[in-house]
């Protein structure tokens, strides 16, 4: 190979070589998945953070792509080495667009970023909070403060300015756990979950939700006569939830505001339940519209281990994710009550659905919703991007009711249909039969009766068996052996189409039968 020197000459038609040694890469090659995300209130970017890799990642929302990958112990190139981002898992980017927020549930620290117009971050500075391990994160409406919740309680950081991002130590003003008092007078701690909206601080804590006004936590003109060390004073005589109610199990919430009224929406895992309540709050305490909607029961679906819950920038819709189905639960809004009703279910690998499997959290702005997710054995996570209908058709509902039958068979046509069974028939039906025609059909099997029989037609089928149906006899077959064209010509060893089978959850002694074509 030719060496070339700073003063080498090449001839017409001459060829000469450069050697270049690659630099040691300390940046990883892939992202195995993403968990908690906002998005800047431009809407254009979003930031997620990847636990695993100690890592925040940049995102454009247009497309998806990745802007930058910023990692902990790591220099951009432009800014210090990043510090005090180990396995983060919040994130909270300011109203201003000038500044994100990351903390972990393992410290008590926050890495503060500016933000460029472009939405590139450079470090700045982390910050030791007095909230412990941190759990959430937001900043206040009016950009002065960021506000933590942790194991300790609430910790609210009083930025540099409203219009700058660097929160600074100096003014750090604690609320600790034995400063929160709820309204039986008990001390609040081990905060999971924050969202603010105007004045109002909604908290998750110790099985409660409770809500505090911002206005009488801090008040810029006491605090700078008294000095944070004096703040005490003012946190036990102004510091008391302004109302509070028991949410068992509560993890996440969300909050919509409209017409003078907060609405909040709490998911909740409460051993093995999941569920979602809706409160509403307009000054004078929470009220609710009744029972929880729980996963399982009454058409409710796929929020199982609920991850995540967000609300439609219209307020038309409210979406939560399962992590234990890869699903998202979607419910329709009521504008007036805030009640919601079960309208769809998304699940990964089923009807055209990609992408969610771990789903860890979800976040909407204008018409699009993205969700994260931490993938699973063999499976990427990632982010992905659904778009939210503008109109949805009203639901059909078509109830066949029947006594003394010992056979059930369900036999669809040649379209791409999904078939769920939800619930079992009534134990006098020995047999359930499914049978799908032609098309790119989905069958998921959520119960079972004693002996369930499942025939695939022609197309790329896929059936899905997730149950916790004890003793009971399930046959998958890909190929349908009473399948016929619409001709009456025998299909049944027609071998077209390719199949997919996901055993994902079965009961108890259980007898499980697949056949291909």
Do not use: W
Request: net charge negative; hydrophobic share 40%.
């Amino acid at each position: 190979t030719t060496q070339v020197s700073a003063t080498s000459t090449l001839v017409l038609n001459q060829v000469s070589y450069v050697k270049a040694q690659s630099p040691n890469q300390t940046m990883p090659t892939s992202v195995a998945g993403l968990g908690a995300t906002a998005i800047s209130s431009d809407g254009n970017q979003l930031y997620a953070v990847d636990t695993a890799q100690n890592a925040l990642v940049v995102i454009n929302a247009s497309d998806l792509s990745q802007r930058q990958f910023l990692v902990n112990g790591v220099n951009n190139g432009v800014s210090p080495v990043i510090s005090g981002m180990n396995a983060p898992t919040s994130v909270a980017v300011s109203a201003d667009g000038l500044s994100v927020y990351v903390a972990s549930n393992t410290s008590n620290q926050i890495v503060a970023f500016t933000r460029d117009a472009s939405g590139n971050l450079t470090y700045q500075q982390t910050i030791t909070s007095s909230a412990g391990n941190i759990k959430s994160l937001a900043v206040s409406s009016d950009k002065a403060y960021v506000i933590a919740g942790g194991s300790n309680g609430i910790d609210m950081l009083r930025r540099s300015t409203s219009t700058e991002p660097v929160v600074t130590h100096t003014t750090l003003v604690t609320l600790a756990p034995g400063m929160l008092r709820d309204a039986a007078d008990n001390s609040i701690g081990n905060i999971s979950a924050i969202a603010q909206s105007g004045n109002n601080l909604y908290a998750l804590g110790n099985g409660t939700l409770d809500q505090f006004d911002i206005s009488s936590l801090l008040n810029a003109t006491e605090e700078q006569t008294l000095g944070s060390s004096n703040f005490t004073t003012i946190v036990t005589n102004q510091l008391a939830v302004s109302h509070s109610t028991a949410v068992a199990g509560a993890n996440h919430l969300a909050v919509y505001s409209s017409g003078g009224t907060d609405y909040v929406y709490v998911t909740a895992l409460n051993g093995a339940v999941s569920t979602i309540s809706t409160f509403t709050s307009n000054g004078s305490g929470f009220t609710t519209d009744g029972t929880p909607l729980q996963d399982g029961l009454n058409g409710v679906r796929g929020m199982a281990s609920p991850s995540g819950v967000t609300v439609s920038s219209d307020g038309r819709f409210v979406m939560v994710t399962g992590q234990s189905v890869n699903g998202v639960a979607i419910f329709t809004r009521n504008a007036t009550t805030g009640a919601l009703q079960f309208a769809q279910v998304l699940r990964n690998n089923v009807g055209g659905t990609t992408g969610i499997a771990n789903p860890d959290a979800i976040v909407a702005t204008g018409n699009t919703v993205y969700i994260t997710s931490g993938g699973a054995t063999g499976v990427l996570g990632g982010i992905a991007s659904f778009a939210i209908a503008a109109t949805v058709p009203a639901p059909i509902a078509d109830d066949t009711s029947f006594s003394g039958i010992e056979n059930l068979a369900v036999t669809t046509g040649s379209g791409d249909d999904t078939i769920t069974l939800v619930a079992a028939p009534d134990p006098t039906v020995a047999v359930t039969t499914i049978s799908t025609g032609a098309g790119d059909d989905n069958v998921v099997l959520q119960a079972l009766s004693a002996a369930t029989n499942v025939y695939l037609g022609l197309g790329d089928d896929q059936a899905d068996l997730r149950t916790t149906t004890a003793n009971a006899t399930v046959t998958i077959d890909g190929n349908n052996p009473s399948a016929l064209d619409q001709n009456g010509n025998d299909l049944s060893t027609d071998t077209d189409g390719n199949d997919s089978i996901r055993l994902d959850q079965a009961g108890a002694n259980d007898t499980i039968t697949v056949n291909g074509d």
